[in-house]
């Protein structure tokens, strides 16, 4: 009968167990130097505004399990790619969950890398000697951009298409530079088999290379100060493994909560395309730079997205004060609010005059 | 007072409504298909009308049944607010040979491949071969299966919520910050 009392040799045999444990996990260390987690960071980095990265990176590590899923019944070939997943979702085994969490974790990624990114530009945690980093996590939200571009493209619906068309578009109007985002590169291939691959293989991977890289900086330059706690002494720091452990528990309910989005509001796949008109509107994220070729003609797209995307690399290079406290920048902030106020006006006209989107 | 007056003049813009995105086709059977297309998107009912007026003029009638497009128009016009538009995309579906409009053959079978002339779409093509009407899953709990999938994601919402405030840091960033103003305060 447990008495809920240890005896001596009951806690030695437990001594014993912990030991071995210890010597497997020292023994691995050893070889895969998982100790170098272990690193101090501060305590203010533990909540949830400066767990934003980490989540962005779970939502990441969502869409690949998702994706994998998926891939086993998508299929690149234009006749067939938008069947695909018609039967992908009424006849597969969580087959419409997969894609409901994909959708939605493609959505909640780019939300979070927002967030995450304004954090870091409202504590100015981008400044010396971060300005590297800040460039890499831009790349990033660029990758993820066109990460989520791509897989509209895939869906191989009216709206891909005319998003497909959009990107040709842009790409004649880069010459040369265009050549690899067109179809002349390879003209017997249909190109969404070329985006299929660019979807799956080479933007995740050159998202999770940057990634590494992302985090080999946070880890060398140590997270940054809050420029509002000045004496990190003052904090309790912690290790890095405590930090991951509790970003993954918010990344449990994040998978939870696309869990319900999936089940409660699955996502519409659109009629198969057909070229010559022009009706759907894009993903949200797209609103940005989508009213330009209606005002401006096709090349102000391009322009808009290399303005917008240059400006957010361009941050830490155009902002050299070393004030932090985003009191102290009000430039800076005017300037970013402005910019902001300027893109929920483009999204509110876009919501408004095009309101037939999927 | 200028950023105010930017966003109220981007909200009121007046957009261009359906843009044709190269130069229109003058084969009817490619205008009967844009026709179902916008249809089948929801397009505004003046887009199909024009689009569908415009197949009727078209230079190359070959491959369409023009009496059936002509019906079509005759519903749609005659049922304001879009009520006919479901009849007239069938109309419009069978008149045309869908591949014809398009030009593809059938789905290719394996080593049907380069061998001159590849017989699948390529390059941008559609590979269009059936304009299916968009697939709208139901919102909600369909079966059995949906509710196991809710309880699920209920269940990994509680354990991460709850775990995360176990392993919450001693201090709170609001705490923090208080500590350091008293601190400043009291020098």
Redesign the interface.
Known sequence: MNTGTTTPAGAGATARRRSRFRRVLDAVDERMGISALQYEVP??A????WSLGALTAIGFFILVASGIYIAQWYHP???????S??EL?TGVWLG??ARGLHFWAAQAMVVLALLHMFRVFLHASYKRPREGNWIVGSLMLLLAYLAVFTGTVLK???EG??A??HN?DVAELMGGLGVWFG?DLA?????VVRLYTAHVAVIPGLIFALFVLHALLVKRHRISE?P????PE???P?PFT?HL??A?????????????L???????????????????RPLWMFWWFF?FE??FGISSVGLAIAAIFGLIILVPLLDRSPRRRWQERKVTMGIAA?LV??L???S??VW???P?G? | MA?LL??FG??L????A?????E??DRAS?LV??S???I????PVD?VIE?VEDALAAPDKSGTDLALVERALRVIQATPGGAGLDRAQELLVDAVDIRFATG?GD?PRPGEV?HGE?P??????????????????????SDGG?VV??V??????????I??H????????RR??R??AL?EGSR
């Open positions: 305590e203010h533990n909540n949830l505004s070939m234009p006749e067939v790619a938008n069947q997943i018609r979702m419409s969950f191989w619906d009216q298409f005319e497909l068309m040709l179809t003209a017997q291939v249909p190109i809050h509002a706690i000045p004496h003052r904090e309790h912690a405590a452990r509790r993954t528990a918010y990344g449990l309910v994040l998978l939870g909560g696309l869990g319900v999936a089940v409660l509001v699955p996502p519409v796949l659109g009629p198969t395309p057909v070229e010559g008109i022009e009706t759907t009213p209606q005002w402005l106020l300027i929920v006006a483009i509110v006209y408004i005059n095009n037939n999927h | 950023v930017l966003v981007l909200v813009a007046s957009p261009r359906v843009l044709a995105d190269e229109e086709s490619v298909l844009q179902v297309a916008l089948a998107n929801g397009a887009a689009r593809y789905v380069s590849p699948y779409a390529t390059g941008a093509e559609t590979g269009m071969t059936a304009v299916l009407d968009d697939f709208s899953p139901a919102r909600g709990i949906d999938l809710l699920l994601a209920a269940v990994s919402i509680g354990v991460g919520s775990l995360a176990r392993w919450r840091p001693p201090d709170s960033i923090l910050r500590d350091v601190s």
